[in-house]
């Protein structure tokens, strides 16, 4: 199984960008997938998830109502729609799979494979 985050680059604040992660190795629908972020000297945080059956979908609190997952099994991609970037948005963002549902959704340890990240930079 392997994970590929891209989509990332330099925004403007209140810009908007999409992350992708490609899935390859397996059956993307048979995964849930988490996206967490991780800024220069802090802890990397969870910020989106979506269950298996795309039944359940989470966000951390700072970026509700501005980012959306989505996926598309036909293509093995789950997206991150990021709207209304701010300057603390800033990190290099990645995105994991989990065999079957996962508990803690926000903890890193919960999923089975990492990706590479993907730098996402925010301009105030």
């Known amino acids: 199984v392997q994970l590929q985050a891209s989509g990332g680059g330099l925004v403007q604040t209140g810009g908007s960008l999409r992350l992708s992660c490609a899935y390859s190795?397996?059956?993307?629908?048979?995964?849930?997938i988490g996206w967490f972020r991780q800024a220069p000297g802090k802890e990397r945080e969870g910020v989106s998830y979506?269950?298996?059956?795309?039944?359940?979908?989470y966000y951390a609190e700072s970026v509700k109502g501005r980012f959306a997952i989505s996926r598309d099994n036909a293509k093995n991609t789950v997206y991150l729609q990021m709207n209304s970037l701010k300057p603390e948005d800033t990190a290099v963002y990645y995105c994991?799979?989990?065999?079957?549902?996962?508990?803690?959704?926000?903890?890193?340890?919960?999923?089975?494979?990492w990706g590479q990240g993907t730098l996402v930079t925010v301009s105030s």
């Open positions: 979506i269950s298996v059956s795309d039944a359940n979908t």
């Open positions: 994991a799979a989990g065999t079957w549902d996962v508990r803690p959704w926000n903890s890193w340890f919960s999923y089975d494979y």
């Open positions: 190795g397996g059956t993307l629908a048979s995964y849930a």
